[in-house]
């Protein structure tokens, strides 16, 4: 079945530590993106990327890094400078970079620092 | 930037009733408007999606307006049902200039309630 695997779906951690949350997809799309949701402020883009080895600073890049070394992988490290990163995480990707079109959603991984 | 406000943050129905939800957008560039379903726990899904040459969508239950010139596009559920339940999310997204990626900015959301 083609679509996007997010991994793990709950994830603990301590405050000072960075943590890598694994995006991976096998629909052979262009373009992926990093979504953080907090309740009642909808989703808020933190990277994105339209190609491998290259990717853009969303609206909330800070604290936050990512790598597109592969075209099916887009990880993200939440690392210890991201003072609330407390929240449910998404990656998405779209097909097409010659036009708009919709974007799939991983089913999210939930942060949590303990 | 592009703003999307997304209108109610909550809203109950009685099953059989109709649902509207309405979102405004800041950047008359947008052209490309979705509309996400996302149930507990899980990603958004996309319901249905329409883009700035059509003022109406329809797709069996669900239809979305948009009205450019007022810059607000409107979901609509007909019949609704306990399972349409769920958090929907209205975006725009526009062409950077110079890219081709469509950067989707997302309304707050609306918490749908069924009554069966």
């Known amino acids: 079945d083609g679509g996007i695997t997010q991994s793990p779906k709950y994830l603990f951690r301590k405050e000072g530590q960075n943590v890598t949350l694994s995006c991976e997809q096998n629909l052979n799309h262009d373009a992926m993106y990093w979504y953080r949701q907090d309740p009642g402020q909808g989703l808020r883009l933190i990277y994105y990327?339209?190609?491998?080895?290259?990717?853009q600073k969303g609206d909330i890049a800070e604290g936050y890094s990512v790598s597109r070394e592969k075209k099916e992988s887009f990880p993200l490290t939440v690392t210890s400078a991201q003072k609330n990163p407390t929240a449910f995480y998404l990656c998405?990707?779209?097909?097409?970079?010659?036009?708009?079109?919709?974007?799939?959603f991983g089913q999210g991984t939930r942060l949590t620092v303990v | 930037g592009e703003n999307v406000e997304q209108h109610p943050s909550t809203l109950s129905v009685q099953e059989g009733d109709s649902a509207v939800i309405k979102c405004t957008y800041s950047?008359?560039?947008?052209?490309?408007f979705p509309w996400y379903k996302q149930e507990l726990g899980k990603g958004p899904q996309l319901i249905i999606d329409i883009r700035s040459n059509v003022g109406e969508k329809k797709d069996q239950r669900i239809a979305v307006t948009l009205n450019k010139t007022a810059k607000h596009f409107s979901l609509h559920i007909t019949e609704t049902q306990p399972e349409d339940s769920a958090v929907y999310f209205c975006a725009a997204s526009m062409r950077a200039g110079g890219t081709s990626y469509g950067k989707l900015t997302f309304g707050q959301g609306t918490i749908l309630t069924v009554h069966p």
């Open positions: 990327s339209q190609i491998v080895n290259d990717f």
């Open positions: 950047d008359s560039a947008s052209n490309y």
């Open positions: 998405a990707s779209s097909p097409d970079r010659g036009r708009i079109t919709e974007a799939f």
